[in-house]
């Protein structure tokens, strides 16, 4: 399995900042996500972020509120821009293999409030 | 599109008693299941996957889930609850096609909050 490293673990931001999420791995991945839990639900993905290129969104979700970089195979960032108290979520880096019968790993997830 | 339903938003049980926590999808074609757990302010550990063969799959911590086509469901089992079980619970289903825009992403239910009480 993966251990995979996300900082920061949580942050209270002001509404209109931005916060740039890391996530470490420390191996080789070929696939990683980003999804969001929102106060008390379930986890939403946000997109998949691509190596070299830019990232697949899901439906609702756009590349200029969430940026999301990966320069290599062990690293991406997703940022929060132009924060609004609604973005206060758990937001949760996640890595796997392409093969569907594998087991995806989660970090530990950032917990961002907004005030 | 594929779909996960988790029809409790919480189950409760005593201390050393069997725990079910239930979870039925919606795919097309052979479905590939997962659970996972997240305790308070923690990322999600995986417990178990279906992907095929036996319809009893045995997970981490003592946990088990039972597949059944017939019924759509693959329920969460454990024969004897902990307090320290007491978690929030995913069902989760994975597009099995290789190549497709859906590789890899993870459909999630809406969880279940298992309390456990010594």
């Known amino acids: 399995s993966a251990v995979i490293s996300q900082k920061p673990s949580r942050d209270i931001c002001q509404r209109g900042t931005s916060l740039t999420i890391q996530c470490q791995v420390d191996?080789?991945?070929?696939?990683m996500f980003w999804y969001r839990q929102q106060p008390g639900q379930s986890l939403t993905l946000i997109a998949t972020?691509?190596?070299?290129?830019?990232?697949?969104?899901e439906s609702g979700f756009v590349i200029d509120k969430f940026p999301i970089s990966r320069p290599n195979l062990t690293f991406s960032t997703l940022t929060v821009s132009n924060m609004s108290p609604e973005d206060s979520s758990i937001y949760l880096c996640?890595?796997?293999?392409?093969?569907?019968?594998?087991?995806?790993?989660f970090g530990q997830g950032t917990r961002l409030t907004v005030v | 599109a594929q779909s996960v339903a988790q029809p409790e938003d919480q189950v409760n049980v005593a201390e050393g008693n069997p725990l079910t926590v239930k979870c039925t999808y919606s795919?097309?074609?052979?479905?590939?299941l997962f659970w996972y757990v997240q305790y308070p302010n923690r990322g999600l550990q995986f417990l178990l996957k279906?992907?095929?063969?036996?319809?009893l799959v045995k997970g981490s911590y003592g946990f088990e889930a039972e597949f059944n086509k017939s019924q759509t469901s693959f329920h969460l089992k454990k024969p004897s609850a902990l307090v320290s079980d007491s978690a929030l619970y995913f069902c989760?289903?994975?597009?099995?096609?290789?190549?497709?825009?859906?590789?890899?992403?993870?459909?999630f239910g809406q969880g279940t909050t298992l309390q456990v009480k010594p």
């Open positions: 279906y992907i095929t063969g036996d319809n």
């Open positions: 972020a691509n190596q070299g290129s830019e990232a697949t969104y």
């Open positions: 191996s080789q991945v070929t696939m």
């Open positions: 989760a289903v994975r597009d099995p096609t290789v190549g497709s825009s859906n590789t890899g992403k993870l459909i």
């Open positions: 795919v097309s074609g052979n479905p590939y």
């Open positions: 996640s890595v796997g293999s392409d093969r569907p019968n594998t087991e995806a790993f």
